[in-house]
């Protein structure tokens, strides 16, 4: 079992930075591909960025494609996604996520492990 606890949310003007830190425990997360997700009331649960195991690749939806980078360390069993150049449309609550069906899976409901989520509010 994997427990998964998101920080680094807040209220940011537009084009400033966040950094958001998913901590594992239970187990270690290394074995494992990572992804963040975010979604906003009345919407799906939208795929924002993964990382495989090793981080040596990563993957991005293109509405964030160089504004934000995911990175992870495990040795400290942490996932990050660091925030620059954010936009009003970024507004949304932020959940990382282990074990999906495959590396870079896109699809939420492919996932078993959740954290429950840190809200971001981009000020225009």
């Known amino acids: 079992q994997v427990q998964l606890v998101e920080s680094g949310g807040g209220l940011v003007q537009a084009g400033g930075s966040l950094r958001l830190s998913c901590a594992a425990s239970?187990?270690?997360?290394?074995?494992?591909?990572m992804s963040w997700f975010r979604q906003v009331p009345g919407k799906e649960r939208e795929f924002v960025a993964a990382?495989?195991?090793?981080?040596?690749?990563?993957d991005y939806v293109d509405s964030v494609k160089g504004r934000f980078t995911i990175s992870r360390d495990n040795a400290k069993n942490t996932v990050y996604l660091q925030m620059n150049s954010l936009k009003p449309e970024d507004t949304a609550v932020y959940y990382c996520?282990?074990?999906?069906?495959?590396?870079?899976?896109?699809?939420?409901?492919?996932?078993?492990?959740w954290g429950q989520g840190t809200q971001v509010t981009v000020s225009s």
């Open positions: 996520a282990a074990a999906g069906a495959g590396w870079g899976d896109r699809n939420p409901d492919k996932y078993k492990y």
């Open positions: 239970g187990r270690t997360i290394s074995i494992y591909a």
């Open positions: 990382i495989s195991w090793s981080g040596g690749s990563t």
